[in-house]
């Protein structure tokens, strides 16, 4: 079952006619905001691709920004050099030294692949843009002039409060705490005496405390002698001496024997 269209409404003649004189009519009473080129330089972004710069102690000549080009418009030459061993015996070792890097912009896409994919920080995106020339020949930049748009590339945007810090910054601060260590004095220990007498001093048994060992042990009873028993009333204490009782066995001198009573 097809769904049911809602009835469109009735088109006023001469609707589209109004709405457009309607914009116009806006837009005649504000004011212009065309800025006033090149008295008024324009406020570009910090990540406007305008030109590219070459920091040339950086680059090691891995051609990798010329393969991966999509126009083809950077030159490369180098040539080879024997750098003699650090340490003796050690062996020579051949590094490549930069002749010539040109950018020919009248080719540049402005794509940024040889941005991205250098791994040693030796181009940069710089916001300036006014460099048209007459004649197309002057648009291939040689080093030189690629080092002099190094001066006009804006500094990176600060971090965000809570972002990680970048791995250089952490890479090269932990390498000059660690030269720093090295070349400090080495401190001395607070406790190096207490130790030093802590280790003269002999060792305890590890079961024994130090007021076990001073205090004296109480005499413990033999294995053929009988225990103590309770104290009684009539009994010594250990600070009272033992009074002189009779036996019972033994009668009192004042009373007679038994059988001596008829004796008598």
């Given at each position: 079952?097809?769904?049911?269209l809602p009835p469109s409404r009735p088109r006023i003649p001469g609707s589209g006619l109004a709405k457009g004189l309607a914009?116009?009519?806006?837009?005649?009473?504000?004011?212009?905001?065309?800025?006033?080129?090149?008295?008024?330089?324009?406020?570009?972004?910090?990540?406007?691709?305008?030109?590219?710069?070459?920091?040339?102690?950086?680059?090691?000549?891995?051609?990798?920004?010329?393969?991966?080009?999509?126009?083809?418009?950077?030159?490369?030459?180098?040539?080879?050099?024997?750098?003699?061993?650090?340490?003796?015996?050690?062996?020579?070792?051949?590094?490549?030294?930069?002749?010539?890097?040109?950018?020919?912009?009248?080719?540049?896409?402005?794509?940024?692949?040889?941005?991205?994919?250098?791994?040693?920080?030796?181009?940069?995106?710089?916001?300036?843009?006014?460099?048209?020339?007459?004649?197309?020949?002057?648009?291939?930049?040689?080093?030189?002039?690629?080092?002099?748009?190094?001066?006009?590339?804006?500094?990176?945007?600060?971090?965000?409060?809570?972002?990680?810090?970048?791995?250089?910054?952490?890479?090269?601060?932990?390498?000059?705490?660690?030269?720093?260590?090295?070349?400090?004095?080495?401190?001395?220990?607070?406790?190096?005496?207490?130790?030093?007498?802590?280790?003269?001093?002999?060792?305890?048994?590890?079961?024994?405390?130090?007021?076990q060992t001073d205090q004296p042990k109480p005499d413990h009873p033999r294995p053929g002698d009988s225990a103590p028993g309770?104290?009684?009333?009539?009994?010594?204490?250990?600070?009272?001496?033992?009074?002189?009782?009779?036996?019972?066995?033994?009668?009192?001198?004042?009373?007679?024997?038994?059988?001596?009573?008829?004796?008598?």
């Open positions: 079952m097809a769904a049911s914009v116009t009519l806006r837009t005649m009473t504000k004011k212009s905001v065309t800025a006033q080129y090149p008295d008024a330089q324009p406020d570009l972004p910090p990540r406007t691709r305008g030109v590219i710069g070459l920091f040339e102690e950086n680059c090691t000549v891995c051609m990798l920004c010329a393969r991966e080009c999509p126009d083809w418009c950077i030159y490369i030459d180098s040539h080879k050099e024997t750098v003699p061993a650090a340490t003796p015996g050690g062996r020579e070792r051949s590094r490549n030294v930069l002749d010539r890097f040109a950018i020919d912009f009248s080719l540049c896409m402005y794509c940024g692949i040889c941005i991205e994919v250098c791994p040693f920080d030796a181009l940069f995106w710089s916001p300036e843009f006014e460099y048209a020339e007459t004649d197309i020949r002057d648009l291939t930049h040689e080093r030189d002039k690629l080092r002099e748009w190094m001066w006009t590339v804006p500094a990176p945007p600060a971090l965000d409060p809570g972002a990680e810090e970048p791995k250089e910054l952490a890479t090269a601060r932990k390498t000059a705490d660690k030269l720093a260590a090295q070349q400090a004095p080495p401190a001395t220990e607070p406790h190096a005496d207490e130790q030093a007498r802590a280790a003269e001093q002999p060792t305890r048994p590890q079961g024994d405390s130090k007021q309770p104290l009684t009333s009539g009994d010594a204490t250990p600070d009272q001496p033992k009074r002189d009782q009779p036996k019972p066995d033994q009668p009192k001198p004042d009373q007679p024997k038994p059988g001596q009573e008829g004796l008598e």
